[in-house]
């Protein structure tokens, strides 16, 4: 499975940015594979953004985007993006998407450790 992103830029604060990530390879589709997004911010720990998963039909944020972010996903398409409005300096970092082949739960889904494949990740930055 290979994960490609885009969408990364800069943008001030208070903007709007989408970045979407493309899977790809045998087997991969959206019915199966769980996508997450997580983000790493220099000096800090890579944090769990959000999470696609459409076999059961859930979506999860963190905290700290719930009503400024949205996930979404297009099966046709095999991508995920993450529509991100509002964005604050704190939203500066590099974006990585991740998926599994299975379903993560709510202790899960911001763990990478649980994620088998990793896209190379794309910058976001906000500036104030």
């Known amino acids: 499975v290979q994960l490609v992103e885009s969408g990364g830029g800069l943008v001030q604060a208070g903007g709007s940015l989408r970045l979407s990530c493309t899977g790809s390879?045998?087997?991969?589709?959206?019915?199966?594979?769980?996508v997450a997004w997580f983000r790493q911010a220099p000096g800090k720990e890579r944090e769990g953004v959000s999470c696609?998963?459409?076999?059961?039909?859930?979506?999860y944020y963190a905290d700290s985007v719930k009503g400024r972010f949205i996930i979404s996903g297009d099966h046709a398409k095999n991508t995920v993006y993450l529509q991100m409005n509002d964005l604050k300096p704190e939203d500066t970092a590099v974006y990585y998407c991740?998926?599994?082949?299975?379903?993560?739960?709510?202790?899960?889904?911001?763990?990478?450790?649980?994620?088998?494949?990793w896209g190379q990740g794309t910058q976001v930055t906000v500036s104030s």
């Open positions: 696609f998963s459409d076999s059961d039909d859930m979506i």
């Open positions: 991740a998926a599994v082949w299975g379903r993560p739960s709510y202790e899960t889904y911001g763990s990478d450790w649980f994620y088998d494949h």
């Open positions: 390879g045998s087997g991969f589709t959206l019915d199966d594979y769980a």
